[in-house]
């Protein structure tokens, strides 16, 4: 599978499918390509899906110092450019969400629609995050890596998901283990994420748009996908 220069990183990225609109699939904190949970391989039947590890994580590099999302849209088009796609449908997820607004924003031509999930437009009152649940991640990011794998599989998902779903539990927690994630890399992304404000850049975006969240995210508020509509 290929892989791409964009600026200081390099950035990993895989295509699926042979026939059908190109949709690019990006993740979110410390989110792998294999987070998607064969999401990737299901949307591949009727869609050329490109999804890439964001730089910080997987097989893409983690450069030192701080992200943003700008950079890491730029590590997007870095990945359409590679991959001879003009244009595409973009769904982001969390970070992932942020990433595929700031695309929209920087580089519209590019763009046919989004689909944001779980994510926010960073607005300037109220915590972009949930603080129990970036305290677990942070916890879990000084541990050994197998129960740092565990603990951040736990963090983000929802009590009930946990209760019910353990097998989901355990699979998270063998992505994150087969995908460790830097501590650097882990810093740099919670930088972008803290740094994202495209709130009074919305309007500007005018290609079709989903927005979807889950009203007992650990992360973000489902709030945030209000704001975002």
Sequence with gaps: MPHVRSRDATIYYEIRGRAGPPLVMVRGFASSIRSWNGVDHDLAADHV?????NRGIGRSSSPSGTYSVAVMAEDVLAVLNDAGVDSAHVMGTSLGGMIAQELALRHPR????????????????????????????????LMPAPLRSRL?????????ARRTRPALVDYRTGVLRRNPTPLCGLIGQAFA?????AGERLARINVPTLVIHGDADNLIDHQHAEHLA
Excluded: E, Q, W, Y
């Design 49 to 53: 899906t490109v999804a890439l590890d």
């Design 152 to 160: 951040t599989a736990l963090a983000t998902l929802s009590a009930d």
């Design 193 to 197: 994420i803290f740094g994202h404000r």
């Design 110 to 141: 590019r763009v046919r629609s989004l689909t944001l999930a779980a994510t926010t437009a960073g607005k300037k009152r109220g915590m972009t995050l949930r603080p129990k649940g970036v305290l677990a991640i942070a916890a879990a990011s």
